[in-house]
Structure formats: C-alpha cells, structure tokens
C-alpha cells in the first residue's frame, strides 16, 4: 500500500493505492489557506486516517504546486505562497516520522499517466496542465525528470512560439514578463481572447453552439496551443503529450492540435500523439503515490 497526497489550492486530497494502482480509499479536506501549520496538520490527519483504515503504515508522496529548490532545500515557485521558503519535506516527514517525498503537481499529473494512464508503455510523456494555470511534467522510461534547476517541464513560462503582431507584446504574467504561453492557453488566458465577462466553460458552449465569436476564440486557442507544444517536440520529442486540467476535457483539442502540428514541427512527419488523460482528477493523487516506486 503507498498513499498519494495532492495539495491544491482549495483542497487537499489523499488516496491509498496498492502496487497494482487499485485505489482502496480517498479522503479530502479543505485546503488551510495561508496557515503552513494547519497544512501540515491537515496532511498528517488524512494520512492518519486512510492508514488506521487499512492497518499499514505506508510510504507517502506529495504533489504540491511549487516546487523545491535544490539550492537551498526549501520551497519556491509555489502557488500556495505560504509554503514558499519553507522546508516542507522535512518539516512533514518529521511530523509522520518517515521520509515523504515531495514533486511539482504537474510532474505527479505526467506520473500518474505514464504508469497506469493514458501514455502507459511509453518511453516518454509530456503531461499537459490546461487549467488555471498551465503547467507541465516529463517522464521518462516511467521516472520523473526533475532537472538541475528543478524546472524541468515548466512549458507555461516560455514565450508563445512564433506570435504574430497582433499576439505581441502579450498579456502582462503574474512572473513578471509578457507573453507566457500561461496567459494564452489558461483558461482565464482563453476567457480574456473571446473578449471577458464570461467563464471559459461558457466559450466552448458557444463555439460548439456556431456562436461565430467563440468559434474565432476557440481556434486561435487551438493554434497556439499546437504552437507551444510544437517546441516541446522540437526540443524533447516525446512520444505521447497527454492533456490534463480543466480545458483538457474539450474532446476535439487533441485531435485538432495533432492536425497542426506539422506545420510547426521541424521533421518530415510527426507521428506524436496528443491525448486526453486517462484518471483526470485522478491523476495528481496516484502520480503522488507512484512517487515510491513498487
């Protein structure tokens, strides 16, 4: 038994897998916003509990959204900024006196979908985050690549690949600088294009719907989206790209951004595949829980 811990913005979920990746039990908490106590509280607690459940004492990971420094062993780059500066690995594992290991919720998302997902037998796996945010995670030959800078897969704040005029200079990123694939392929980043005031749910109900608006919004989605993910083959050439967060449910965006890709791809074929997700939701909590190898 190995227990996976996905901390997100508004909740932190724990999942118990056996080494087969059968899913035994779940729980879920809201997230403490703010209180780095109470989140290591409340980690320890649903731990606690899944293992009093099952009789076991089990090895944990966790999927956070940020990630730690090999410089100086604490967090950084964390959207759940109380956790920034801290050294949450060991602060935790001291609190459930283990080792935890500890991965970007991106990396345990491309994970979770190369082990038992969606790009199961493939070499290597770029998982996608199409969300609020845009993020991403490589694996290969089913470990995580973390990189030398812990940034590996970090897609989200690179510039959109070969913007037109009317895409320059780009919108402003909460990073600092313009123009972040983030602020184009996130789902405010699409809401903000079809011109504001409505979710981005509600853009692809209306392109789907003719509306002639969100039909121009939802292909120049569609484009750019084919743009940034062409660098990521021209540089890593994975085999499988597997697409995760809340837009990854549009069923037509992988089969439309596969089309595209040739005309950015620098090879006389491409054969890669673009996918939906295979667990979902899922993925972050067993990608976690796979961070402990059977």
Not at 63 to 68: A, E, H, M, Q, R
Not at 75 to 80: E, G, L, T, V
Not at 156 to 167: A, I, K, M, V
């Amino acid at each position: 038994m190995r227990i996976g811990i996905d901390m997100g913005g508004t909740k932190i979920e724990a999942a118990a897998l056996d080494d087969r990746g059968t899913l035994h039990g779940r729980r879920r908490v809201p997230t403490p916003k703010g209180d780095y106590s109470a989140t290591v509280e409340a980690i320890a607690g649903l731990v606690a509990g899944l293992e009093a459940e099952f009789g076991v004492r089990a090895p944990v990971g966790v999927g956070i959204p940020g990630t730690l420094s090999p410089a100086t062993g604490l967090i950084k780059n964390a959207n759940s900024t109380w956790l920034i500066g801290r050294p949450f690995d060991r602060d935790l594992g001291a609190r459930l006196g283990r080792p935890v290991r500890l991965s970007n919720d991106a990396n345990c998302f491309a994970l979770s979908e190369a082990v038992d997902g969606a790009a199961a037998g493939a070499s290597v796996v770029f998982g996608v985050i199409l969300g609020t945010g845009v993020g991403g995670g490589l694996v290969v030959d089913g470990r995580v690549l973390v990189g030398r800078n812990a940034i590996a897969g970090e897609w989200g704040h690179n510039p959109l690949p070969w913007p037109r005029d009317e895409e320059r200079p780009g919108p402003l990123c909460y990073c600092g600088k313009r123009g972040c694939l983030e602020t184009f392929l996130s789902g405010p980043g699409l809401a903000r294009d079809h011109g504001g005031g409505i979710e981005p749910e509600e853009v692809v109900a209306r392109a789907d719907a003719g509306d002639a608006a969100a039909v121009a919004a939802f292909e120049r989605y569609e484009d750019r989206l084919a743009r940034g993910v062409a660098h990521v083959v021209n540089i890593v050439d994975p085999d499988i790209i597997v697409l995760g967060g809340g837009l990854s449910n549009i069923e037509r965006l992988g089969p439309g951004v596969e089309r595209r890709l040739s005309a950015h791809v620098f090879s006389d074929r491409v054969d890669t595949r673009v996918i939906r997700s295979k667990h979902g939701d899922s993925s972050g909590v067993r990608g976690a829980a796979w961070l402990w190898p059977s």
